[in-house]
Structures are given as structure tokens and as C-alpha cells.
């Protein structure tokens, strides 16, 4: 794999990034995510951002599998002939005609093609000028590599980052030094990728989704290292996919998605209780979670999702709400440390604070919901493990999985047997190892 490094990269990072404004438009739901809505509708919503003083737009043929990037291209073309808007979109998806209709990966009457990965130098050019036909543009403010990373594509994440890194990296290189976009970089959904990415190569900006919210502050030693490395940082998913969209007295978050699948009854009880506290100042829940995480020096935007005027009217009433000092005090203070890492070969994590079903839990590729109580002085699997796997603790084995777990799942005497040695003291691992 071949590495980049740059400083002029690293100082063209702040100046591109830095032009955007500090809320934009997500558009996955003019691509009929989770939902149909008609032509007419998804143009009424880019008329009302742009009437709300909305520029920034970020889109991807994922999106409706090229919906989303059809449909703002068709009205910004009448909004904004001029150009003014700034765009960000992605590429590592090429789209393939299909026969295939209902709701496909989330989206529901696409448009009749099917996403395949794609991240070579050639699939990334292919992607982009598909792209700029649909959004009818001849460049793009930003341009991201999508949904590389571990959690997307398991046991293909090698092969895929090797693509990107050989291939697709220096085509969007040249393709921001050709004036055809004017940033590059990455929307993922986990932290683990962003870290490798930045040991190999400079990027201009990371879109990061849902891994710095309210619910969620797991991603708050990447955005450190992105601001020491003047990387900026877009963060999407400030609603964590919609539980924190509306205040529970509206609607019950129990109905709503988080990371894209339901809550858990833990989930909705936290947020029922954020809301309180956001109420004690005043403030409505949404509001506070699309302003908090601008408060990290290295964001430069934060990303709604819109679908209808009326959630955009509702994105301007947030945008204008004052949030009062006291409440951030209250909203930032850390929570206790729960899981400790014993040693760096270990495949389990210790339980230092009481866990309750529910909690986020933060492991090794970014954060899960723990699925049980666990006590403290009990084992949390880091990774998902395999029935027959060895369980490695001090770095060491101390028995082995009767049962496969997930990450996150308590590792005990139920789904494991000590059939490697009779005791796991540091002490008596230590004598092992010496």
C-alpha cells in the first residue's frame, strides 16, 4: 500500500473545509430512505433549505441508489444556477441497472440499480462523472470515499482498503488537482477506519456519522488527532438516525431508529432523561443535539437529514435557538469510565462500572449498545468471538468460548470454559509469561 504524506495537503484541508457553513442538508431522504416521497415534495424541500439559508447539501449514489443526487441536481439547477451552493458527494459505490423493486438496503422505490463497491482508480473515476451527470455540476466542493471500514465490509475491508489506497485515493488526488473538487476525504460511519486512513494518507476532511452526538461521544480522541492535523471533521447522524430528532413529549423515541435499527428500552430511557435535563434550560432536545457537536474545535459542520419543509422549518427554529453555558456544562461532563483494557492482546475488556442493558458501550471499531447488565470485575468481549475461540486476558489464554459472542456480550462461565489454566491472576499470568 502506498502512503501520502503532505503538508501542503494538510493546509489546503483547512481552507476548503472551513468554507462550509456550519449546518448543511443530508439528502438520504430525498432518496427515500425508510420512506417514499414524490418529486414534487423532494423539491419543495431544497427550495425551503435554500430559503432557510441552507447552502451546503451532501448527497451520494447510495442515496436511492442515484435518487438523492437526481433530485438535487434537478432543483438546484433551477435554485441555483450559478453554482453558489457547495455540494459534497461520494464515491466507491458503482451503480448497476436492476430489476429489483420494493425497499433495497433501506430505501424504498429507488431508482432501478444496485450498488457495487467499487473503490479502484477506475471506480472512482466512474463513480465521480456519474455523479456530476446526475447533480448536473462539472465539480464538487467535497468529494468522500464511502463506507470503507470493518463494520460495512467485514472480512472484505483489506481487500477494499488495499483498492482504495493502490488505486482510488490517487485518483481523487488528481481529481482535486485538476479543480474538479475542491476537498477530499471520507464518510464513514466508524472511528477505527478514520484512524487507519490518517496513518496512511492526508485527507482534507472526514464526514463522520453518528460517533459524536449526544448519545454517542466515542469519536472525541479522533476529532483531538483531526484537529492537531488540521483535518476537518462534518459530522452526520447529530440525531443519531432519528432519536433525537424529536422531544420525547412529541414523540415517543421507543418508534424512532437509532443507527439505523430500533432502539433499545436503555436507549430510549437516556434519552427521555437528556430531554429532561434540556428542558430544565429551556431547550428543546433537538436542538441541543444539532448545535452540541460544533462545540469540538475540529468540526466544521454538522449535518441534518431533511425530507419536507416542515422538518426543515424545524432545522432553522434549532439552528436560531440560543444554548445557555450552563446546560453545555451539564450536557459534556463525562461519563464514568466503564471498560478498561488490560492488555493491548487481549480480546475481552473489564467492567470497571457497573453496565446497564442498553449503555454505550465503546470497543474496539467504534460503539454498540450493551445487551445485558454486567457486573464489575466481569469480562465484555472487544471483538465478536467464535465458539472454540481463546479467551485472552493479561495477554494471555485463561479458556476458551463454549458459545460465540458479539461484541459487547458478557464473557462468563456460561459461554466459556477455563479448560487453559486453573487461575488468572496478573501474578500468576505474569510467572507464566516470564
Known amino acids: 500500500m502506498m502512503e501520502h504524506v503532505g503538508a501542503d495537503a494538510r493546509a489546503r484541508s483547512g481552507r476548503d473545509a472551513a468554507r462550509l457553513p456550519p ?16 418529486d414534487a415534495t423532494a423539491e419543495a424541500t431544497v427550495t425551503a433549505a435554500i430559503d432557510a439559508g441552507l447552502r451546503y447539501f451532501d448527497t451520494a449514489p ?3 441508489f442515484g435518487l438523492a443526487e437526481r433530485r438535487l441536481g434537478a432543483a438546484l439547477a433551477r435554485l441555483d444556477p450559478a453554482g453558489e451552493c457547495a455540494i459534497s458527494t461520494k464515491v466507491g459505490r458503482l451503480l448497476e441497472p ?7 438496503h433501506g430505501f424504498v422505490d429507488a431508482d432501478p440499480f444496485e450498488p457495487v463497491f467499487d473503490y479502484s482508480a477506475d471506480g472512482i473515476r466512474r463513480s465521480f462523472d456519474a455523479s456530476l451527470t446526475r447533480l448536473r455540476r462539472d465539480r464538487v466542493e467535497v468529494l468522500l470515499a464511502h463506507d470503507l471500514g470493518t463494520l460495512t465490509h467485514g472480512e472484505d475491508h483489506a481487500r477494499h482498503l488495499r483498492d482504495f489506497l493502490d488505486g482510488g485515493y490517487a485518483a481523487m488526488v488528481a481529481l482535486r488537482e485538476a479543480g474538479a473538487v475542491g476537498a477530499i476525504g471520507i464518510g464513514v460511519n466508524e472511528i477505527a477506519v478514520c484512524e487507519e486512513l490518517l496513518d496512511h494518507v492526508a485527507l482534507d476532511v472526514i464526514l463522520l456519522a453518528g460517533r459524536y452526538t449526544l448519545l454517542d461521544r466515542s469519536a472525541v480522541a479522533l476529532l483531538d488527532r483531526c484537529a492537531e492535523q488540521g483535518v476537518r471533521v462534518i459530522i452526520g447522524g447529530a440525531y443519531n438516525s432519528g432519536i433525537l430528532a424529536r ?3 412529541e414523540a415517543d423515541p421507543a418508534q424512532s431508529h437509532y443507527d439505523y435499527a430500533a432502539p433499545s428500552p436503555a436507549l430510549v430511557a437516556r434519552t427521555r432523561s437528556l430531554a429532561k435535563t434540556c428542558a430544565t434550560a429551556g431547550v428543546p432536545l433537538p436542538a441541543a443535539a444539532l448545535h452540541f457537536p460544533l462545540r469540538h474545535p475540529a468540526v466544521a459542520c454538522v449535518l441534518a437529514g431533511l425530507g419536507d419543509p416542515g422538518e426543515v422549518a424545524d432545522m432553522r427554529t434549532r439552528i436560531d435557538t440560543p444554548i445557555p453555558a450552563a446546560l453545555w456544562e451539564t450536557l459534556e461532563r463525562p461519563a464514568p469510565q466503564q471498560l478498561i483494557l ?3 492482546e487481549d480480546n475481552v475488556l473489564i467492567c470497571v462500572a457497573p453496565i446497564q442493558a442498553g449503555d454505550i458501550l465503546t470497543v474496539s471499531g467504534g460503539t454498540i ?4 447488565g454486567v457486573t464489575v470485575g466481569h469480562k465484555i468481549a472487544r471483538y465478536p468471538l467464535a465458539a472454540g475461540e481463546k479467551v485472552i486476558k493479561y495477554g494471555a489464554p485463561i479458556g476458551s468460548m463454549t458459545d460465540a459472542a458479539v461484541a459487547g456480550q458478557w464473557v462468563h462461565m456460561h459461554n466459556m470454559k477455563s479448560d487453559y489454566i486453573a487461575s488468572h491472576t496478573r501474578s ?5 509469561r516470564a
Do not use: C, K, S, W
Open 342 to 344: 488490560l492488555h493491548p
Open 23 to 38: 449546518f448543511g442538508m443530508g439528502t438520504a431522504a430525498i432518496g427515500n430512505l425508510y420512506r417514499a416521497i414524490d
Open 98 to 104: 436492476t430489476e429489483a423493486t420494493g425497499e433495497r
Open 62 to 64: 447510495h442515496y436511492g
Open 369 to 372: 449498545p450493551a445487551r445485558e
Open 428 to 432: 500468576t499470568v505474569t510467572e507464566q
Open 247 to 249: 422531544d420525547p413529549a
